[in-house]
C-alpha cells in the first residue's frame, strides 16, 4: 500500500507579471521548518505516473501497428518518450530520499511537510502550463526571494522538481490520450463486425474485447472518431451515421458540436504536451551552474568582496567558500546569508585596518 503523499497544483495560466506577484504572495505566506517529511518524498509518484506513460507509449504503438489513428498529442509522446525516459532516470539517481528530507520544508497548511523547492517548482510550472523559458525562470525565482531566500542547495536542486512536474503534467495527458485511444480501439471493433462485417476469424479488433468492457460509456472522442470512420464508406455507413446523430440527439447533443469540441480538446492537448517537452528540453540544455550564480543571495554577497579576489576565482575554489558558508550555517543553525554578509564585514573592516597600518608606516618613515 503506498504510503506518500501526491503534491498536485492545480493553476489557471498567468502572466510574467501576475506569476511574479503571486510568487511574492507564497513566499509570504510559507512558513519553514529545518526538515521536509518523508512521506512526501515524491520519487515513488515520479515513477507511477512514468510506468503509466510507459503503458500509454505501448499502447500507442500498437495502435500504429493496427492502422488506429494515434491521438495529436500521442505523436509528440512517440518521437519524444526517450527524453522523458532520460529525465526520470537522473532525477532518480540524484534525489536519493536522505537527500530530500534534509531540504527546507513547510511546516503549516494544506502542503505542509513538502519541500520547499519541491512545492515552488511545482507552482511555476502549474502557472505557466509546462510552457517556459529559462530566463523566465531565473526572474520567477528571484521574485520569491524578493519575500524569502532560498539557501543554496534549494536552489542547485530545483531542476529536478521542475522536471518531476513537467513528468506529472505529461502524465495528465496521457490519461486523456489512453481513453481516446481505447475509444478508437472500441469504434473499429464495432466497424469491423457491423459494417464490414467480418466473420469472426478475420476481427483485428476481437482479443481486445475485454479490454473494452471497462471503457462502456462513449465519450466525445467515441462519437467523432464513429462520425469520420462512418463518412469513409460513403453510402455504406450513411445509414450508421443516422443512427449515431440520431442517438446523440436523444442527449441533447448536436453531432457537429461534439466534433467541434473534441478537435479543440485534441488541439489543447497537443499544445500541452508540447509545451511539457519542450520545456524538459529546456531544462536539459540550460547551463545551470550559471543560472545558480546569477540567483544565489551568497553569491550575491561575496561578489561584494573589497578586495576583488573572488569574482577572479575559477569554479571550484568559489564552491569551496560557498560549500564553508553552507557548513558553518548548518552548525550554527544561522541562515547561509546571515554568515555571508558576516564574512563580508569582517573582509571590509580587515581591508580597512590594513589601509590604516599602512598609512600609518608610511606616515612614520
Not at 520544508?105 to 507552482?123: D, F, P, Q, V, W
Amino acid at each position: 500500500m503506498k504510503n506518500t503523499k501526491d503534491l498536485n497544483i492545480r493553476g489557471v495560466l498567468l502572466n510574467k507579471e501576475q506569476l511574479k506577484s503571486h510568487l511574492e504572495n507564497i513566499a509570504i505566506d510559507h512558513t519553514l521548518k529545518e526538515k521536509s517529511d518523508k512521506n512526501t518524498y515524491p520519487i515513488p509518484r515520479l515513477l507511477e505516473n512514468f510506468a503509466y506513460i510507459t503503458k500509454t507509449y505501448d499502447m500507442l504503438n500498437d495502435h500504429l501497428r493496427l492502422g488506429i489513428n494515434v491521438h495529436q498529442a500521442g505523436e509528440w509522446l512517440l518521437d519524444n518518450y526517450y527524453v522523458i525516459e532520460e529525465t526520470v532516470k537522473e532525477v532518480r539517481k540524484n534525489l536519493p530520499l536522505k537527500k530530500y528530507v534534509n531540504f527546507i520544508g513547510i511546516s503549516t497548511g494544506k502542503y505542509k511537510g513538502y519541500a520547499r523547492n519541491y512545492l515552488l517548482a511545482s507552482e511555476i510550472v502549474a502557472y505557466t502550463e509546462g510552457n517556459f523559458k529559462v530566463k523566465d525562470l531565473e526572474e520567477y525565482l528571484e521574485s520569491y526571494q524578493n519575500k524569502k531566500t532560498l539557501n543554496m542547495d534549494e536552489i542547485w536542486d530545483i531542476n529536478l522538481f521542475f522536471k518531476i512536474a513537467l513528468i506529472e503534467r505529461i502524465r495528465e495527458v496521457c490519461a486523456k490520450i489512453y481513453v481516446s485511444q481505447m475509444q478508437k480501439l472500441k469504434v473499429e471493433s464495432i466497424i469491423e463486425r457491423l459494417v464490414e462485417n467480418k466473420p469472426k476469424e478475420e476481427r483485428k479488433f476481437i482479443s481486445q474485447a475485454k479490454i473494452l468492457q471497462s471503457y462502456g460509456e462513449n465519450s466525445y472522442a467515441f462519437i467523432e472518431y464513429m462520425s469520420y470512420k462512418l463518412k469513409k464508406y460513403g453510402k455504406k455507413g450513411i445509414a450508421y451515421l443516422n443512427i449515431l446523430e440520431e442517438e446523440i440527439s436523444k442527449q441533447g447533443l448536436n453531432l457537429q458540436e461534439v466534433i467541434k469540441k473534441e478537435h479543440f480538446d485534441i488541439a489543447l492537448k497537443k499544445v500541452e504536451m508540447g509545451n511539457s517537452i519542450r520545456s524538459m528540453y529546456a531544462l536539459q540544455r540550460m547551463n545551470f551552474t550559471e543560472v545558480f550564480e546569477r540567483i544565489n543571495g551568497v553569491e550575491e554577497i561575496l561578489r561584494k568582496d573589497p578586495s576583488k579576489i573572488y569574482e577572479k576565482m575559477d569554479y571550484k575554489t568559489k564552491e569551496y567558500y560557498r560549500n564553508r558558508v553552507k557548513e558553518i550555517a548548518e552548525k550554527t543553525k544561522i541562515s547561509e546569508i546571515y554568515i555571508a554578509k558576516k564574512a563580508l564585514e569582517l573582509a571590509i573592516l580587515r581591508k580597512q585596518e590594513y589601509k590604516r597600518k599602512s598609512y600609518w608606516i608610511l606616515s612614520n618613515r
